[in-house]
């Protein structure tokens, strides 16, 4: 197996000497896919602002097309080149804005030209961050993560129904005691995988999107006669499937990976029972 050097000045083994078997997980937890995340958040709050008409500049659905584009058909140069841009800024979300700024002026159309000013507008860091982060594990866990574990409870759920009927001798305290089925025994580490993905899939991933203090202060200055909380509410559930956190502070609480960290680690738990 060739090895090149740089692999081995990786920070973790997960990049190193495992990378094969994480490949699939760095497309949602790498730094690529976090630029990726991020600009797709900036292309979002454009086509928002646009949707909701209240002080964009009017944009024909040719336009609109062209700035959708720039998020669906992000490559490997558009990467680089917002790494590129950072060497200048000092700042990664700056970098990103930056380059959706120069991707918009590089379609030399007048109606976009006029877009341009909004991008980042309103925005804190934070607000995109935050965001970027929610969507790298809500699409991994909903991509990866549950279908993988769903397989082995399939397989368990199989193997229930397929050996009820095969006898097997049980212990306890280490003793031969009343007999069992190999089925039943399956169903016992089936259910106990059922519950816990479940719960999984149910965790709710909030994030924030209302400025560098979190009370709207630039949404209001902008215009205070709109309802920037129950449209920031719609611009986090429609265009994310993910939930508005109205109470927090600049950075927002992590306590949902707190909860999706505790239901792997038991999934986990149960898994290496059954392997072991």
């Known amino acids: 197996m060739d090895v090149h050097v740089n692999q081995l000045k990786n920070i973790s083994p997960i990049d190193g000497r495992y990378k094969r078997s994480c490949q699939e997980v760095s497309e ?40 959708t584009s720039i998020m669906e058909l992000i490559n490997d140069n558009d990467i680089l080149r917002v790494k590129k841009i950072e060497e200048e800024t000092n700042h990664d979300v700056k970098a990103v804005e930056y380059f959706i700024r120069e991707k918009l002026e590089s379609l030399k159309n007048e109606e976009i030209t006029k877009v341009i000013p909004y991008v980042h507008y309103l925005c804190t860091s934070e607000d995109i961050n935050n965001i970027a982060y929610g969507l790298c594990l809500y699409n991994c866990i909903h991509n ?68 560098a203090v979190v009370n709207f ?30 109470y927090c502070t600049p950075i927002r609480d992590h306590d949902y990976i707190c909860e999706i960290a505790d239901t792997l680690a038991r999934l986990k738990l149960y898994i290496d029972r059954f392997i072991c």
């Open 28 to 67: 949602y937890f790498s730094e690529y896919a976090l630029i990726k995340y991020r600009i797709i958040v900036e292309i979002k709050w454009l086509l928002f602002l646009n949707d909701k008409e209240y002080f964009f500049p009017k944009v024909s659905e040719k336009s609109l097309s062209n700035i």
């Open 144 to 211: 990866i993560i549950i279908p993988n574990i769903q397989n082995i409870i399939d397989k368990l759920k199989e193997f229930s129904f397929n050996y009820s009927d095969v006898s097997l001798l049980s212990k306890t305290h280490g003793q031969p005691a009343s007999p069992t089925t190999f089925g039943k025994e399956m169903s016992n580490y089936y259910y106990r995988l059922y519950k816990h993905i479940n719960k999984l899939k149910n965790i709710e991933i909030y994030v924030k999107f209302n400025g």
């Open 217 to 246: 202060n630039a949404h209001k200055v902008c215009d205070p006669n709109i309802d920037w909380i129950d449209n920031i509410k719609y611009f986090i559930e429609t265009y994310f499937n993910l939930h508005f956190s109205l």
